[in-house]
C-alpha cells in the first residue's frame, strides 16, 4: 500500500524548472504534520543520494552540495503536501526522485518511515 505519492515530475531542458510534490495517501499515514521530510533521487547506476531536508515544523532546511542555491524544499502542513522546487535543472539531475517520512518517536509511540514510489525527472542538454 503506497504511503507517499509523488506528482510534477518529467522533462525539461536544461535551465529550466521543475516543481515535484509530495502528499500522503493512504489510510495509516494521514498526516505529515509531525515527520521530518526528504527528497532523494537516484541515475541510473548510482546511489540513492539524499537531497534536500526539511524539519516538521519547516523551520529548518539542507541540501546537498550540488543543488544548493538551485533547489528549495517546503511544505504546507496545513494543506498536507511538502514541495521541491528544482531551479537552473541540468542534466546531472536527472534521475528518480523520491519522496521520504522520517521515522519518530513521541511520547513512548514510534511511526516508522514512509517512501513514494518515486518520479522520474529528466533534464535534456
Known amino acids: 500500500q503506497v504511503q507517499l505519492v509523488e506528482s510534477g515530475g518529467g522533462w525539461a531542458e536544461t535551465g529550466r524548472s521543475l516543481r515535484l510534490s509530495c502528499r500522503p495517501s493512504?489510510?495509516?499515514?494521514?498526516?505529515?504534520?509531525?515527520?521530518?521530510m526528504n527528497w532523494y533521487r537516484q541515475a541510473p547506476g548510482k546511489e540513492r543520494e539524499l537531497v534536500a531536508s526539511?524539519?516538521?515544523?519547516?523551520?529548518?532546511?539542507n541540501y546537498t552540495d550540488s543543488v544548493k542555491g538551485r533547489f528549495l524544499i517546503s511544505r504546507d502542513n496545513a494543506k498536507n503536501t511538502m514541495s521541491l522546487q528544482m531551479n537552473n535543472l541540468s542534466p546531472e539531475d536527472t534521475a528518480v526522485y523520491y519522496c521520504h517520512a522520517d521515522s519518530y518517536c513521541e511520547d513512548y509511540v514510534c511511526y516508522s518511515e514512509y517512501w513514494g514510489p518515486g518520479t522520474q525527472v529528466t533534464v535534456s542538454s
Open positions: 526539511i524539519t516538521a515544523a519547516g523551520d529548518s532546511t
Open positions: 493512504g489510510f495509516t499515514l494521514r498526516s505529515l504534520a509531525s515527520y521530518s
